[in-house]
């Protein structure tokens, strides 16, 4: 079974940085796309941004420029560095990855989310 697993979410001001971490650990035979998303409070998930085998990443126009996602691939963990918050970055952030097993295709797997909350 693959797990992921999120740290690093937290409290910070506008203006602050922050830096999420996401590590998949399992059977995991490759991983082609690791990422995040968001959810806020009554509104649907939306991706920040991602980063696939290739080395292509892929943001949200409204990170641009003030996130930055990179992998670990010998760890099988993803990060998001989060600089120039806004409160409007205030939400439930979610790892998510594309992975093959020994027993599966790839499908997706979900971490269980951290809580970033930017206050004014």
């Known amino acids: 079974q693959v797990q992921l697993v999120e740290s690093g979410g937290g409290l910070a001001q506008a203006g602050d940085s922050l830096i999420l971490s996401c590590a998949a650990s399992?059977?995991?035979?490759?991983?082609?796309?690791m990422g995040w998303y968001r959810q806020a409070p009554g509104e649907q998930r939306e991706l920040v941004a991602d980063?696939?085998?290739?080395?292509?990443?892929n943001y949200s126009d409204s990170v641009k420029g003030r996130f930055t996602i990179s992998r670990d691939n010998a760890k099988n963990t993803v990060y998001l560095v989060m600089n120039s918050l806004k409160p409007e970055d205030t939400a439930v952030y979610y790892c998510?990855?594309?992975?093959?097993?020994?027993?599966?295709?790839?499908?997706?797997?979900w971490g269980k989310g951290t809580l970033v909350t930017v206050s004014s």
């Open positions: 399992g059977s995991i035979l490759s991983i082609n796309v």
């Open positions: 980063s696939r085998s290739d080395g292509s990443t």
């Open positions: 998510q990855a594309l992975i093959a097993t020994m027993l599966s295709r790839p499908r997706d797997y």
